[in-house]
């Protein structure tokens, strides 16, 4: 099924007010999905996008990878911060089908802004030629991270920079982490009560 939003239904979260996003589809409860990953902006992805936006010489005309890009927050930061080229990753085809229609929303069409979209499943003989990966909420397990941080290594001593945007700061000592940023993200919880979020930016090179 194709994700087709409908453009006059929007919804702008308070830390990327430059982004606007499909009403309905994107909730503000991080605890847990009420549906698809992909239909949520985690904390993590806005925290990492406010970022990107902030500082766009981290990004400005180099080549970058959104490792698990869902519906596309932090692939729109990077394009609006300038990235030259942008590969956007996930496993599920519906993620990709949201992450391109919200990409075009922002006025970010592949192929005129040289973008690709991939559905990737399995991560070990996964080699891109980027310069910058991008990854947010996607080692918040102790499975994600184990089957994640060796890939992350691998192509750290291939000469990539990584930025990283998490809730979670435990389980990451195997990787060569700066702190970067933090951000307190608004959202609510289950029983619809506002509630903060701690986003940490992490910065590693190999």
Known sequence: ????????????????????????VHSRSYDVALGPQWKVAWPGGQ???????????????????????GGGVVS??????GARRLIA?????????????????????????AIELCRITDLTDFRPDVEILLLSEVLYTAGLRRAIIPWILSRLEAGCTML???????GLDALP?????RYEVRG??????????????WRAEG
């Open 1 to 24: 099924m194709t994700f087709v939003p409908r453009r006059s239904e929007t919804i702008t979260y308070s830390l990327i007010p430059e982004i606007d996003l499909p009403q309905g």
């Open 47 to 69: 925290g990492l996008a406010r970022y990107l936006l902030d500082h766009p010489g981290e990004i400005s005309g180099r080549s970058a990878l959104d490792l698990g890009c």
């Open 76 to 81: 729109i930061a990077a394009c609006m911060a």
């Open 89 to 113: 990753v996930d496993k599920d085809e519906q993620a990709l089908s949201a992450c391109r229609s919200n990409l075009q929303r922002q006025g970010f069409a592949a192929p005129e802004h």
């Open 164 to 170: 990283l945007g998490e809730r979670v700061q435990e």
């Open 177 to 181: 982490l700066e702190l970067a940023a």
């Open 188 to 201: 609510e919880n289950l029983a619809g009560r506002p509630k903060s979020y701690s986003v940490f930016v």
